[in-house]
T-cell receptor
Framework: DAKTTQPTSMDCAEGRAANLPCNHSTISGNEYVYWYRQIHSQGPQYIIHGLKNNETNEMASLIITEDRKSSTLILPHATLRDTAVYYCIVRYRSNDYKLSFGAGTTVTVRA | NAGVMQNPRHLVRRRGQEARLRCSPMKGHSHVYWYRQLPEEGLKFMVY????????ESGMPKERFSAEFPKEGPSILRIQQVVRGDSAAYFCASSPPVDGRDYNEQFFGPGTRLTVL
């Protein structure tokens, strides 16, 4: 399943913003962009999702390009506890309950 | 509101034994999903259940694996006659009832790590 493409890994300095890109060039009009993360030895944690507009919650911001072919997850002030594998997923909300987790981006936050 | 609970967190079984994994969904959630994560791989969907119903088991191995979500009590993933290849992390997720036409976000438990000796 090659619906999304993410970099394999990235480093980020503690206290700085972490910008995680995701390409989803074949996304359809009814598919949402979802982000989850998995901290080592834990279950995946829902972060945020969006359709067209940029979204923000207490954890992160999601910026979706106007053509919807790519998006960026922004962790505004990365902490060591944000070190995790981040997964970008596209899915239909109306009939798509099988979340498909690819390799994701391994983010390492360094002090 | 307690999150999704899974137990045990770690389970060791010898080849040929049975493994029973339990999942209690978040309060108010009536949909349960099981995923398996093999070492160094991403999570793969196994089965989707609602109370007393298996909705989709297309990701379940055809033999030895079964799942249930009874009217009362937790959802159970059962693996009979375990083999070494069953060693993996098994995650349960739950979600609220479908909102109109839309499936809601899934919230995951901490997982059960099964080791088959």
């Amino acid at each position: 399943d090659a619906k999304t493409t993410q970099p394999t890994s990235m480093d980020c300095a503690e206290g700085r913003a972490a910008n995680l890109p995701c390409n989803h060039s074949t996304i359809s009009g009814n598919e949402y962009v979802y982000w989850y993360r998995q901290i080592h030895s834990q279950g995946p944690q829902y972060i945020i999702h969006g359709l067209k507009n940029n979204e923000t919650n207490e954890m992160a911001s999601l910026i979706i390009t106007e053509d919807r072919k790519s998006s960026t997850l922004i962790l505004p002030h990365a902490t060591l506890r944000d070190t995790a594998v981040y997964y970008c997923i596209v899915r239909y909300r109306s009939n798509d309950y099988k979340l498909s987790f690819g390799a994701g981006t391994t983010v390492t936050v360094r002090a | 509101n307690a999150g999704v609970m899974q137990n045990p967190r770690h389970l060791v079984r010898r080849r040929g034994q049975e493994a029973r994994l339990r999942c209690s969904p978040m309060k108010g959630h009536s949909h349960v999903y099981w995923y398996r994560q093999l070492p160094e791989e991403g999570l793969k969907f196994m089965v989707y259940l609602q109370k007393e119903n298996i909705i989709d088991e297309s990701g379940m191995p055809k033999e030895r694996f079964s799942a249930e979500f009874p009217k009362e009590g937790p959802s159970i993933l059962r693996i009979q006659q375990v083999v070494r290849g069953d060693s993996a992390a098994y995650f349960c997720a739950s979600s609220p009832p479908v909102d109109g036409r839309d499936y809601n976000e899934q919230f995951f438990g901490p997982g059960t790590r099964l080791t088959v000796l």
